[in-house]
């Protein structure tokens, strides 16, 4: 129990003031009390956000097995149902799986390879495929811009 419980508050009162309230309206102006204390309460009364209530819980495998079909993380998080990519995320590392970023380490080797690609006038997108490290084409646009290499070709 808490303090909006003991002013005798009802989810039914709840539903009635967000007709015409915002949370904060009814946190400050009719129960006084944080907002942070109404969300709490509303938790407890089954009033809180539903999230991921259809959403599967993916194995690795499964999860593995998509990736492998040329799926993006967008396809992958919407094919498990999932709708938010905070709540797809925070599954996917529950079960073991690393985050996709890594940091490309700026070798020396690496910034010739681009440079040279980019003397050639290749574009980003076309460069980024035939580079020895992988990496998406706004990587290697970072690269480009914080190493100061001079791009020849358009994005």
């Known amino acids: 129990m808490g303090v909006i419980d003991d002013m005798g508050f009802t989810p039914a009162q ?3 003031l967000k007709e015409t309230m915002t949370d904060m309206e009814i946190a400050e102006d009719h129960l006084y009390c944080s907002i942070y ?3 709490a309460w509303k938790r407890r009364h089954g009033l809180g956000p539903q999230y991921n ?3 599967k819980k993916f194995t690795v495998e499964e999860w593995k097995e998509m990736k492998k079909h040329g ?3 967008k396809e992958i998080m919407k094919g498990f149902g999932y709708r938010t990519l905070k709540h797809y995320i925070n599954h996917k590392r529950k079960i073991g799986i690393p985050s996709l970023k890594k940091k490309i ?3 020396p080797e690496l910034l010739d390879e681009i440079k040279g690609y980019l003397d050639e006038g290749m574009t980003i997108k076309a460069l980024t495929p035939k580079l020895s490290v992988q990496m998406t084409s706004s990587t290697a646009a970072n690269i480009i811009k914080e190493a100061g290499l001079i791009e020849t070709g358009k994005g």
């Open 105 to 107: 380490e700026r070798t």
């Open 71 to 73: 799926m993006t993380e």
């Open 37 to 39: 204390t109404l969300k």
């Open 14 to 16: 709840y539903r009635e």
């Open 53 to 55: 209530k259809l959403a």
